[in-house]
């Protein structure tokens, strides 16, 4: 994770600080195709599955597990979701939206930081 290193704890304390814990079912739904991904989500416990339809078949193309941070490229692109993620138990997510994020930008303008994360967004966007 890139656009988390060479940070000073003080912004790494505020990005943990504003993350909401979130908890879903067996079965949610997290993030559906063609949704606007506006969440980035750490994965605290549980395990998420990625998956695509086709012709009304399922395929599960990965399994995450705690740790795990789920889509990264989608949050800082401001995309659509091109795949759908859901709970294959119960699940705990941390959550930190586009709007938190931006307030922690803000907060830490004179940082180093601040451009790190601009250098990422355009390097995905490449």
Same mark, same amino acid.
């Given at each position: 994770?890139?656009?988390?290193?060479?940070?000073?704890?003080?912004?790494?304390?505020?990005?943990?600080?504003?993350?909401?814990?979130?908890?879903? =079912?067996?079965?949610?739904?997290? $993030?559906?195709?063609?949704? /606007?991904? +506006?969440?980035?989500? !750490?994965?605290?416990?549980?395990?998420?599955?990625?998956?695509?339809?086709?012709?009304?078949? =399922?395929f599960v193309l990965?399994? $995450?597990?705690p740790g795990s /941070?789920? +889509?990264?490229?989608? !949050?800082?692109?401001?995309?659509?979701?091109?795949?759908?993620?859901?709970?294959?138990?119960?699940?705990?997510?941390?959550?930190?939206?586009?709007?938190?994020?931006?307030?922690i930008r803000e907060?830490?303008?004179?940082?180093?930081?601040?451009?790190?994360?601009?250098?990422?967004?355009?390097?995905?966007?490449?």
């Amino acid at each position: 994770m890139s656009y988390l290193q060479n940070i000073d704890d003080e912004i790494r304390f505020d990005i943990m600080f504003s993350l909401q814990s979130k908890s879903f =079912e067996k079965d949610t739904v997290v $993030l559906a195709e063609e949704a /606007v991904a +506006n969440c980035l989500y !750490f994965i605290e416990e549980g395990v998420l599955e990625i998956y695509s339809s086709f012709e009304n078949n =399922e395929f599960v193309l990965e399994t $995450l597990y705690p740790g795990s /941070v789920v +889509n990264h490229r989608a !949050f800082f692109m401001s995309d659509q979701m091109y795949l759908n993620i859901r709970c294959s138990k119960q699940t705990k997510l941390l959550e930190l939206s586009q709007a938190t994020m931006g307030d922690i930008r803000e907060r830490w303008t004179n940082k180093k930081w601040s451009n790190d994360i601009l250098f990422y967004q355009n390097r995905i966007l490449k």
